[in-house]
C-alpha cells in the first residue's frame, strides 16, 4: 500500500495543512495509506483525534519520510529558509507534492532533483477542464479575493452598503477591483454581497462579461492591449510604454475609488506597476488599497509586504498569505485538489508516471536527479534536456527502517509563496467566475 505523509507547515505564519481528515477514507480505497504528522491540522481547526477517526495514523515529522510521497503546502520553493531543514531527509524513489513557487524560485526545485526525488509542482496545473479539480491556484486565489475585501471593509471609516435611515442616508463604498483572474473576481462578488458599488478593469477585454455577471462595471481604458493574455490564461507582460499609459488612465478612477483591490500578477515575474503615488495622493482620506501582488514587488508604489501603510490618509495593505488566514476552508480545498491529484497519479496502488498525461507532465518538474520543466531550465541558465522516458517510473522508495544516510543528517523543525500562494495569480479561466458566485 502505497504511504502518503502530510508533514506540519513549517513556514512562519502558515496555519493551512495539505490534507483533512474528510479526504483520508477516499485515499484509503484506492490503496493510499495516511500518516500525519502530530498537531499538522490543529491551526486549521483539525486535531489528532480527527485524523485517527477516519483511519489515518499520527505520528511524529522524523518517522514520516519513510513514506512513498510527501504531501505539503509549502514544499522547499515557497518556503525557503525552514524548508531547508527537511532536505536532507528526502531520497531517492520519493515524491514530494506541494507549492514550490517554481518560476520564482527554480534552483530550489534544483535542490529537490539532487536528493534523487521527485518534484510535483501544483502550480504547473495545466489549465485544461479535467485539471479544474485539482487547480490549486484557483482554489487559493477565490479565498485571497474574499479575505482582501473583508480587510478592506474593516480598515475603511465607512460601511459598504448604501443605509437610508431615520439619521439620513448614507452612501455605498465605491470598489474598484483591478485583475479580473479568480482572486479578482471572487473579490467582486463580495464587495457586492456587502454592498459596495463596484468596478473592475482587466487587460484581457474578454473578462468584461464575467465582470458584469456579477453586477459590477467592467472599467474600458483607452488601450491597446492586443494578445494579452497565454494560451494557459494567464495575463502576459506587457511593454513599460502600455504600463505607464495604463497607470496615468487608471489614476483617475483610483481617485474615484474609496476601496482598491490589486490582483495583477504575471506568474515568475514582476508585479506590473499600476498605482504610482501620486494616484494614492488623488484619493480621498480614508480610503484603502489592499495589493495582493505584494509579494513580487506589488501593484501599488506605495505598498509593503505583509506591512500596514499609511501614506496621505489612505491606507495601504500587502498580505501575502491571506490563505492561511482562512485556514479551514482553504485546506479543504488544497486538500480536495491534493486528492484529486493523488488519484489521477496513483492506480491500483502503484504511481503511475504517465507523462503523455498532461497533468503529471506538467506538474512532474524534477525526476531523477534532473530539472525537468524547459521555463525553469530557461531562467536558470540551463541547457534543454532530452525529453524522459515516457515509461519511466520512480525506484522503489526505502521500506521503514531501513538504514539511510540522508535521513538521519538532518534535524526536522520549523508563510508567500503563493501566497503566495500563495502566489495570487490573476488566473482567469471559465471555472473562475464559478467560483466567484
Known amino acids: 500500500m502505497m504511504k502518503v505523509a502530510v ?83 528526502f531520497r531517492s524513489g520519493q515524491l514530494v507534492i506541494g507549492l514550490c513557487d517554481p518560476l520564482g524560485e527554480p534552483g530550489s526545485a534544483v535542490e529537490i532533483a539532487e536528493t534523487g526525488a521527485s518534484l510535483f509542482a501544483l502550480e504547473m496545473i495545466p489549465r485544461i477542464t479535467r485539471a479544474q479539480s485539482m487547480d490549486v491556484l484557483s482554489s487559493m486565489a477565490t479565498i485571497a479575493g474574499y479575505r482582501a475585501v473583508l480587510l478592506a471593509a474593516i480598515e475603511l471609516p465607512k460601511i459598504f452598503p448604501m443605509l437610508m435611515t431615520a439619521a439620513g442616508t448614507l452612501t ?4 474598484f477591483i483591478v485583475g479580473v483572474g479568480v482572486a479578482g473576481l471572487q473579490a467582486i462578488a463580495t464587495a457586492r454581497r456587502l454592498g459596495g458599488v463596484v468596478r473592475a478593469y482587466d487587460v484581457r477585454p474578454a473578462c468584461r462579461e464575467q465582470v458584469e455577471s456579477l453586477g459590477a462595471r467592467f472599467v474600458e481604458l483607452a488601450l491597446q492591449a492586443g494578445e494579452a493574455e497565454d494560451k494557459g490564461g494567464y495575463a502576459k507582460a506587457m511593454g513599460e510604454d502600455f504600463y505607464r499609459k495604463q497607470r496615468e488612465l487608471m489614476a483617475s478612477v483610483v481617485a474615484e475609488s474609496d476601496v482598491v483591490i490589486t490582483t495583477a500578477a504575471i506568474p515568475g515575474q514582476q508585479s506590473p506597476l499600476l498605482i504610482t503615488a501620486d494616484a494614492v ?157
Open 281 to 437: 495622493k488623488g484619493m480621498a482620506p480614508g480610503g484603502v488599497i489592499v495589493d495582493l501582488a505584494t509579494e513580487r514587488g506589488g501593484n501599488c508604489e506605495l505598498s509593503q509586504a505583509d506591512v500596514r501603510v499609511v501614506e496621505h490618509g489612505v491606507t495601504i495593505l500587502g498580505p501575502t498569505n491571506l490563505p492561511s488566514e482562512v485556514p479551514n476552508h482553504a485546506s479543504q480545498m488544497y486538500s480536495n485538489n491534493v486528492t484529486k491529484f493523488l488519484l489521477n497519479l496513483i492506480k491500483d496502488g502503484n504511481v503511475e508516471l504517465n507523462l503523455e498525461d498532461e497533468i503529471i507532465r506538467d506538474t512532474l518538474v524534477a525526476h531523477e536527479g534532473q530539472l525537468l520543466d524547459a521555463r525553469m531550465r530557461d531562467i536558470l541558465g540551463m541547457g534543454s534536456l532530452a525529453e524522459p522516458d515516457s515509461t519511466s517510473e520512480p525506484e522503489s522508495p526505502s521500506k521503514p527502517g531501513a538504514t539511510n544516510e540522508s535521513e538521519t543528517s538532518s534535524s526536522s523543525q520549523d508563510a508567500e509563496a503563493n501566497p503566495t500562494d500563495t502566489d495570487v495569480d490573476d488566473d482567469s479561466g471559465e471555472h473562475a467566475k464559478e467560483s466567484a458566485e
Open 172 to 175: 455605498p463604498a465605491r470598489v
Open 7 to 89: 508533514l506540519k507547515e513549517t513556514f512562519p505564519a502558515e496555519r493551512r495543512v495539505a490534507l483533512v481528515p474528510v479526504n483520508v477514507p477516499q485515499l484509503a480505497k484506492a490503496g493510499i495509506e495516511v500518516v500525519v504528522e502530530a498537531g499538522a491540522g490543529e491551526a486549521a481547526g483539525f486535531l489528532d483525534a480527527h485524523y485517527v477517526d477516519k483511519g489515518a495514523k499520527v505520528v511524529a515529522r522524523d518517522e514520516l519520510f519513510s513514506a512513498d510521497i510527501i504531501a505539503q503546502v509549502r514544499t522547499l520553493g515557497a518556503n525557503k529558509e525552514s524548508g531547508r531543514n527537511d532536505l536532507a531527509k
